[in-house]
């Protein structure tokens, strides 16, 4: 019985340990988009395509980022726990894999998040300055831990039996 219970620890200790990569990840990505995007609100006066053209630019930025990161954690952390933590390949794979696509997930929606968080207090006639800063750590912080989460449930507990 005991045998089980510290497999099963072990293993969510290993989920766990990935979670700070994707919280770190996108709260930068969201705070260098929020940058981005309140440097163009003072410098412009932008039209409803300018502000569309810029949350899809910032968008492909953070899926191209997201997606060469997410690969690089897939193959990088799938290794580590295969050749450093005597983990099975499966085992090594599957979670590096739900890393991986957490971290593409979260990058991405970080991005358009810190994009259009600022683009919105603009309209409502609050400095995006000062308002956005916490709103987007609070949000992109919900939406990596929700998406890690999420797909460890669906990945790894509900498919694999992990």
Same mark, same amino acid.
């Given at each position: 019985?005991? #045998? *089980?219970?510290?497999?099963? $620890?072990?293993?969510? !200790?290993?989920? @766990?340990?990935?979670?700070?990569?994707?919280?770190?990840? *996108?709260?930068? =990505?969201?705070?260098?988009? /929020? *940058?981005? !995007?309140?440097? $163009?609100?003072?410098?412009?006066?932008?039209?409803?395509?300018?502000?569309?053209?810029?949350?899809?630019?910032?968008?492909?930025?953070? /899926?191209?980022? #997201?997606?060469?990161?997410?690969? /690089?954690?897939? =193959?990088?952390?799938?290794?580590?726990?295969?050749?450093?933590?005597?983990?099975?390949?499966?085992?090594?794979?599957?979670?590096?894999?739900? !890393?991986?696509?957490?971290?593409?997930?979260?990058?991405?929606?970080?991005?358009?998040?810190?994009?259009?968080?600022?683009?919105?207090?603009?309209?409502?006639?609050?400095?995006?300055?000062? *308002?956005?800063?916490? /709103?987007?750590?609070?949000?992109?912080?919900?939406?990596?831990? =929700?998406?890690?989460?999420?797909?460890?449930?669906?990945?790894? @507990?509900?498919?694999?039996? @992990?």
């Amino acid at each position: 019985m005991w #045998g *089980a219970f510290e497999s099963v $620890v072990a293993q969510l !200790t290993l989920i @766990i340990s990935f979670q700070s990569l994707i919280l770190d990840m *996108a709260g930068n =990505v969201g705070t260098q988009s /929020l *940058a981005v !995007t309140i440097r $163009v609100l003072m410098d412009e006066q932008l039209s409803g395509k300018d502000k569309a053209l810029l949350v899809l630019k910032e968008g492909r930025v953070g /899926l191209a980022n #997201g997606f060469v990161l997410g690969l /690089l954690s897939f =193959v990088f952390i799938g290794l580590y726990l295969l050749l450093l933590k005597g983990q099975s390949g499966a085992l090594a794979f599957s979670l590096s894999a739900c !890393t991986g696509v957490a971290l593409t997930l979260s990058i991405l929606l970080s991005s358009v998040t810190g994009t259009v968080v600022p683009l919105a207090f603009k309209k409502l006639k609050v400095d995006p300055a000062v *308002a956005s800063g916490p /709103l987007i750590t609070t949000l992109n912080d919900l939406v990596a831990v =929700v998406t890690y989460y999420g797909l460890a449930w669906l990945l790894l @507990i509900r498919t694999l039996g @992990i």
